[in-house]
């Protein structure tokens, strides 16, 4: 599912000792039969195997409008994509893979996003090609398409403001035989599995006192299973024998008393052992989820921009972000979301993979999770980059009117997230030269950011919520971090991001404190005054008192200059690789960046499943 691009969903089979079990996985869930003995029930294996052996490639799960080729030696893709034009009639391009830029598809439940530079052919010259980027994912069901948000979002705008979207050449959901690839509609059949009562047969237990295959029918929601030994008659609408019945990996999470009262009974195995044929494992995953599961239908989409650009995560894992870069990118984007708050939008998922350079200038994408403000939840899914999620969206609950229970994402919420790249840039890079080695004087300073680093940017989700909201609350906070060591040039940077936290803490404060309001409350903030009256008339030197929306308050204290400063183009290195700027020095040649990618199936014909 992960090395090999073209797979939609995947069979899989285990045998330990006798006991078998078959697997299905698709980009929405997970399933697993009940073990069954394959030396008494044979039938059933090779039902299997047979079933296997005469099906067609999209019966395995290959994608049609994916084709593997040999190219720029290395196995490429030719992916196909179908949209409809405004007549009604449909498009079909094919464009050609040149390198994977982004591939998040580790993952078996989930989006599976995959992000392509690729090209097609010239339509005039023969010899030349169009390069385009191509993103490839399993968006929710319910949630609109990125192209058709985009177009929404942008009816109607200047051209300045368009600079700061992307823009969209071809979009539309995958087509397998003539139809939307869905989890739910086309790969499942229309089956669900979020209720474990739907799909689950209860099997009599074998002894009255059995305390774990009780515990286990508790688990999995169900009511205790009858006591008797005896087999059910079969009835006419009993399945076939060579059917077994398939079990969501992960069901319904115990109550804490089940929970207690499982941790306390005897081991697995000692319960197991009584005369029972050991079942390695249970419909109940041993991992103790904590929220109810919903298996989210999925489709699968396809959208290709015209921009082939770098994110500010893939520029400061190559070691080529550059303090400039950083500020441009936090006036862009500002402007972005102010553009998207007046047109009643928010994003939702402001990140530094999701700000994109381009030809100097930064434009915000992925605006899969973008919906109108008030429209409601969407989905079920927490949406949003956990390293640069607002404090109150990973609480659910707001901070000077926690009372208030109607929570909603708002376009604060998107501007602090944007701060939380502007610091997670500081903070978890270091500003380097590019001609001398770090001084040793430095060193200490180094080991105390990287400590800061680690603290607000953590590698699993350990940060808490309140420690995210005191940052940006607290006056001191922030200011207190370890930025003296830095070179002065650095600190005024750093003094600009500490007047955009001011402006989001008293955004948080003003809007806030009238609450209840109507679900459009985020209006306020787009015209208000100026907290601090410490913007001036150029001319007059006089205060002014014209109300700005707190975008335009957060563009001008990041074009304030700090005693004189400019914003300095030093390089900022990644902390976690702060010892290979040495080795740096000596070739100048930029470390590769991160990336999730494991590379692609390698075959040993070039010919595709789909070649005829």
Partial sequence: ???????????????????????????????????????????????????????????????????????????????????????????????????????????????????????????????????????????????????????????GATSEERDLFLTVIQHGVVQVDGQDDSTQDLILSGQTFNDPRVQVKQQPLETDDDPFYIERFKRMGLETPPSNTKEAEPSDNEAPKHEIPLFALYQHPPTPAQTSSYRSSKSRTSTISRGRTPDALSHYTHRIVQKHIVYSPKVHYRIVFKEVANSLMMMADSGTLRTRIVDQALRDITLALQFMAKRGYIHRDVSAGNILIYLGRAKLSDLEFAKEYGAGQSSYVRTGTYSFMAGEVIRGRYTHKPEFTNFAHNPIHDLESLWWVGVWCMMWHYPVSDTHEIEPSNQEHIVQMTNYGKELFPTYHELTDETRILEVDSPTRYRKRGLRGYPRPIVAMIVRLDDFRQCIAWAHRKTQMQLPRTASYFTDVLLVADPEQTLTDDENKEPLRTRLSVYEMVTAKLGEKIEGYAVPNTLLWPLESIESHREWLKTKAHPEPRSHAHGILNMDAQESYFDN
Wanted: aromatic content about 10%.
């Fill in 1 to 155: 599912m992960h090395v090999d691009h073209r797979r939609r969903f995947t069979f899989g089979l285990t045998i330990a000792n006798r006991n078998t079990r078959i697997w299905f996985c698709c980009r929405q869930i997970v399933l697993v039969s009940q073990a069954f003995d394959f030396s008494k029930e044979a039938p059933k294996l090779v039902h299997l195997i047979a079933s296997l052996a005469y099906a067609n490639p999209i019966q395995l799960g290959y994608d049609p409008t994916m084709i593997l080729r040999w190219r720029l030696n290395s196995w490429q893709y030719d992916i196909q994509l179908t949209s409809q034009r405004p007549d009604g009639t449909q498009y079909i391009q094919t464009y050609k893979t040149t390198r994977v830029i982004c591939d998040s598809a580790n993952n078996i439940r989930g989006r599976a996003t995959r992000v392509y530079e690729v090209t097609i052919d010239h339509p005039t010259d023969p010899f030349q090609e169009d390069k385009f980027v191509l993103k490839d994912s399993w968006i929710d069901a319910s949630r609109s398409r990125e192209g058709d948000t985009l177009a929404k979002l942008l009816e």
